[in-house]
């Protein structure tokens, strides 16, 4: 799960990304990169960090140019901790290239064979992001040998992209000289739009809320497969490059990912949630009746649509009972000290009087891990509430995600091979009210009828692109970021501004 944003623009852009991807911080935290392109030259800057802590003042003056893009990046995928993985990725020839990747490749593997032995590039990383870097360059100098770079020869690049890679991947790349490209792969399973401004700047980026909140209209989202490429001059140039695209956007980004500002593939995020709060209202309803909840308070902070909407239609108080601490850093390890986890206890403190002798009902967007949850119930005991009920707007993750969500192996996700039963023993909660997988389907999709359906893997196993098996989980399972307990925490309870 990445951020990502391009810029083409009569005026320097360093500003204008670096305020995109504040307001794409949600999609990651732990690295953050610029590129700016002035007549032929990229200049660069990335580190790990948020944004606000990887470019000070003499950063930002170093990345001059009207032309650009950025990255935040949440690892899915190669070396966490490597400064080399942080992104954009470079290569110098053909043109010379930068580009961003939000996804994951599931052919990651034998693309870096392929890379190797019959295109002879190297790659030097264990990120995906720059095999497909160097998939790009290799169909580019190939569609554009011994004539000039024209739009034409830079969507047959990608159409040939298109027949090698498998997965899912948004794409913003900048050509030195020539112009941004960026595409989109042929489910759409991640998300890209693109918007301008007054002055006739240009933008794309992952979700509507970079382009609203930068002072740019959406203009509309890039289709599954499409490929737009913006010259230097900012006429901007599309075609559809994949042979029988289909619009399968990943379900989670509904869930939980995005922001609840934004609109993706034409719906609402906040709108999706709060339908998902109307379809988990009749499944509370079969499980504890209504009089038997004194209030609802969701976890936070993306459950609050879906709580909300709950709390209207089962006639239960709503109440904000759990406060977010958005200062919680890293823990630094002294000697003769070992190392502390950090407890859910710093990243969320009670209101006690929310829950002292009452009957709660527990609002969450989703429960992957499960050890999060049990915390929290054993929290709303320990201040007082008699009975805690714990409801997930999402149904049971039971399947990894293999499209570019940080999702664990299926032995550490809860709800594999388990019941509803066993899962609520674990977590501790008097009663576990899940989603209905089909429920949340047709909550979300009624909300646009154009799409052809989700990528919902992570619910219910079916992988859109069809190539994953067990062995193909397994191997990128071994790929998966390599994160030290010394690390700053990333989890979903420190990601800063999430709903708001």
Not at 309 to 326: I, M
Not at 400 to 420: C, F, Q, S
Not at 470 to 478: C, L
Request: hydrophobic share 40%; proline share 5%; net charge neutral.
């Amino acid at each position: 799960m990445c951020g990502i944003v391009g810029v083409v623009s009569n005026a320097p852009v360093n500003q204008l990304l670096y305020d995109a991807l504040l307001l794409l911080q949600h999609r990651g935290q732990d690295a953050a990169g610029i590129v700016t392109l002035l007549e032929r030259k990229f200049f660069m800057h990335k580190a790990k960090g948020m944004v606000r802590d990887v470019f000070r003042t003499r950063n930002m003056r170093a990345l001059p140019g009207s032309v650009g893009l950025g990255q935040v990046r949440y690892p899915t995928a190669g070396n966490a901790y490597s400064e080399e993985e942080a992104q954009p990725f470079y290569v110098n020839a053909p043109f010379g290239i930068v580009l961003v990747h939000n996804g994951n490749l599931t052919n990651a593997h034998a693309l870096r064979s392929e890379l190797f032995s019959t295109d002879h590039r190297h790659t030097n990383t264990e990120s995906d992001s720059e095999v497909l870097l160097n998939v790009l360059a290799h169909e580019l100098e190939r569609a554009s040998r011994g004539v000039p770079l024209n739009p034409a020869e830079v969507f047959a690049a990608v159409k040939n992209m298109h027949k090698r890679l498998r997965g899912s991947y948004a794409v913003v790349s900048l050509i030195a000289g020539h112009g941004l490209l960026a595409f989109r792969d042929p489910y759409g399973i991640r998300p890209l739009c693109m918007g301008r401004s007054a002055d006739g700047t240009v933008m794309v980026a992952s979700e509507s809320v970079a382009l609203e909140g930068s002072g740019h209209v959406f203009e509309r989202n890039i289709a599954p497969g499409e490929a737009v490429f913006i010259d230097l001059q900012g006429n901007v140039h599309s075609m559809q490059c994949a042979e029988a695209p289909t619009l399968n956007p990943c379900i989670f980004e509904f869930v939980y990912l995005a922001r609840p500002d934004s609109v993706l593939d034409g719906i609402s995020v906040y709108q999706a949630r709060l339908n998902l709060g109307e379809t988990l209202a009749k499944r509370v309803v079969s499980t504890v009746p209504p009089n038997q909840i004194d209030v609802i308070i969701p976890i936070p902070e993306s459950s609050r649509p879906s709580a909300t909407q709950l709390a209207h239609l089962l006639g239960v108080p709503y109440r904000e009972g759990f406060v977010k601490n958005r200062y919680v850093g890293r823990t630094f390890i002294m000697p003769g000290q070992g190392v502390r986890k950090k407890s859910v206890r710093q990243k969320l403190n009670v209101i006690a009087s929310e829950f002292k002798g009452r009957n709660v009902l527990l609002v969450d967007d989703s429960i992957v891990r499960g050890t999060t949850s049990r915390e929290i119930v054993q929290m709303a005991r320990d201040a007082g509430a008699r009975k805690v009920y714990l409801a997930s707007a999402a149904p049971p993750v039971r399947y990894p995600n293999v499209y570019g969500i940080d999702m664990p192996t299926k032995d550490e996700l809860v709800a594999h091979d388990r019941t509803v039963e066993q899962i609520r023993e674990l977590i501790g909660c008097d009663a576990l009210i899940y989603q209905d997988v089909d429920a949340m389907k047709r909550a979300i999709g009624s909300l646009n009828p154009k799409l052809d359906g989700f990528d919902a893997s992570c619910f219910d196993g079916v992988y859109v692109t069809g190539d994953i098996d067990t062995e193909a989980i397994s191997r990128m399972n071994g790929n998966r970021p390599r994160i030290e307990e010394t690390e700053e925490d990333s989890s979903r309870l420190a990601l800063p501004n999430h709903s708001e």
